[in-house]
């Protein structure tokens, strides 16, 4: 990944001479360059460079009210470069990677880069690692439901989507699985096949029967205790005692 650079310097020279000596190097993308410290800070904001060679004293605003203004914590790597050694101390307060003091010479300038470079990498390595690590703890907080059932019948294949399913009846070591108007017997327990469905969108109302809760359209009590569950599609099924309180506490929930 190429490290966008801006160059920040009043005097024209200045900025030629560092872009000459960029100028070989593969690994650096100019941005942008700026002869005071207001166009700095604009510049800074809406290019988002990764290094900045940094003029201290300009017009207007010099280069540490620059970093002021921007925010330390918020600012690219920087390297100061002018003419005058007594800002050294201050430029390392405020986290410069490296004072160029004018007029420097290619060895000086490599060095100071090299450095930089090496920032940026590390800066860049825990970046990743730490969007690394939040999707890793993101994707084992969120399980992944199935979205599509694959089903294996007479020698086909059918991709099923689970939104299309109304409910699902246990045939033994079998389900079968029910759509509007089509049924298709898939080999899988009634347990393991609900464990891969959202529980949001499914619920068991029988040791027999899982139902899509969208298809729900009426509950009926029975003299038993149990309930008549019927569905849109004119389907009868049976809400047993032992599911009755889940089903029931879901529907107070969304009432």
Excluded at 5 to 18: E, H, N, S
Excluded at 19 to 42: M, N, P
Excluded at 60 to 80: H, R, S
Excluded at 195 to 220: G, M, N, T, Y
Aim: net charge negative.
């Amino acid at each position: 990944m190429k490290i966008r650079t801006l160059i920040v310097d009043d005097m024209l020279l200045a900025r030629k001479r560092i872009k000459r000596f960029l100028a070989a190097d593969t690994e650096i993308e100019l941005v942008g360059e700026c002869s005071d410290g207001q166009a700095a800070t604009g510049a800074i904001r809406d290019l988002s460079p990764d290094l900045v060679f940094l003029d201290v004293q300009m017009p207007e605003l010099d280069g540490f009210a620059v970093v002021e203004t921007i925010g330390a914590a918020q600012m690219p790597a920087v390297i100061f470069v002018t003419a005058y050694d007594q800002y050294a101390l201050r430029a390392f307060e405020v986290h410069a990677l490296d004072y160029l003091l004018k007029p420097y010479n290619p060895e000086r300038f490599a060095s100071a880069l090299a450095r930089a470079k090496a920032h940026i990498r590390e800066r860049r390595a825990g970046e990743l690692d730490e969007r690394l690590t939040s999707l890793i703890e993101h994707l084992k907080q969120e399980p992944k439901y199935l979205e599509r059932l694959v089903i294996k019948t007479a020698g086909r294949v059918f991709f099923l989507r689970t939104d299309e399913i109304s409910h699902i009846e246990s045939a033994g070591n079998y389900v079968r699985v029910h759509t509007q108007g089509e049924s298709y017997l898939m080999r899988e327990t009634m347990n393991n096949l609900q464990a891969k469905l959202d529980p949001e969108k499914f619920l068991r109302i029988h040791r027999s029967s899982l139902v899509q809760i969208e298809h729900i359209k009426e509950l009926q009590p029975l003299f038993s205790g149990d309930y008549a569950v019927l569905l849109h599609d004119g389907t009868e099924l049976t809400l047993s005692r032992s599911y009755r309180d889940q089903l029931l506490h879901l529907f107070d929930k969304t009432s």
